[in-house]
């Protein structure tokens, strides 16, 4: 099992910044995949960004260029840069993990270990 407690969100004016942090703790696996995801309210969540052991990264297409997923291994923190925020950004923000036990394991889209969520609100 693999704790995730994310931190970071909060209120902000359009073309504002934010960074969410998620803090991973649990069995130490061999590999892990993370991944970002929100879920306005009264909508279906929606993944916005993931990154593998590898550092490779992909972003849904409204948060390309603006928002940045990166990991601190040594730290066991996940990170949600977020520059430019828009109203259509506000959201609860949840980090999502999967631990592996192999290497050469494949990141798979479906996670098994979420947080509790962070809530951004973007005013125009």
């Known amino acids: 099992q693999v704790q995730l407690v994310e931190s970071g969100g909060g209120s902000v004016q359009s073309g504002g910044s934010l960074k969410l942090s998620c803090t991973v703790s649990?069995?130490?696996?061999?590999?892990?995949?993370f991944g970002w995801f929100r879920q306005p309210l009264g909508t279906e969540r929606e993944g916005v960004a993931t990154?593998?052991?590898?550092?490779?990264?992909s972003y849904t297409d409204s948060v390309k260029g603006r928002f940045t997923i990166s990991q601190d291994n040594a730290k066991n923190l996940l990170f949600l840069e977020m520059n430019n925020l828009q109203p259509e950004d506000t959201a609860m923000y949840y980090c999502?993990?999967?631990?592996?036990?192999?290497?050469?394991?494949?990141?798979?889209?479906?996670?098994?270990?979420w947080g509790h969520g962070t809530q951004v609100t973007v005013s125009s």
């Open positions: 999502a993990a999967n631990g592996l036990l192999f290497k050469t394991s494949p990141c798979s889209s479906q996670y098994t270990n």
């Open positions: 990154i593998d052991d590898d550092g490779k990264t």
């Open positions: 649990g069995y130490p696996y061999v590999k892990y995949c």
